[in-house]
């Protein structure tokens, strides 16, 4: 499980970890991506967690009794490999990019059909998922899901009334 609050250990490591990929002239670009990517997965930045959720992934849940059902992702908000093309090509210093970064790792809880048609994604309709709530904390593959989200869920359907089943 990725921790809530990175460590300042574990951020100065993957900090310094990104300077030397970056300025590393052993590696390709595509080999810079995944050393980043990879280096990233370690907590960096709200490890994937959604502040959104669209309507349809909201319609799934209600049609499964708001049991984790299948079918849902996590869709970046920016692209990530938009995001590690622009750390790559930027020209930063020290840490300065780790909060730009954390800014655009967020996600939206999505179906697997919006999340595959990134094109069109800005046009799906979605509820905002307070920050301050601490909800659906991301891991590597999936999502927290317990009370409290199923909660949230609850009455998220109800105000722009989605039926339960």
Known sequence: MIPKKIPQELKSYICEGFVMIKNSDEFTTQE???LISTLLSL???ASWRPIQITHNALKLFAKHDFK????LERAHIVPRRETIQELIESDWTGDEW????KERDYTVLSTRKENRDEKNFHN???IDIP???MLFWGKPVGFEYG???KEFLINAAREIGIPST
Do not use: D, F, S
């Open 43 to 45: 907590g960096a930045g």
């Open 124 to 126: 799906v309709k979605r």
């Open 147 to 149: 009370t409290l989200e």
């Open 68 to 71: 984790k059902p299948k079918g």
């Open 131 to 133: 920050k301050e709530k």
């Open 32 to 34: 810079k991506k995944h």
């Open 98 to 101: 780790w909060e730009w970064y």
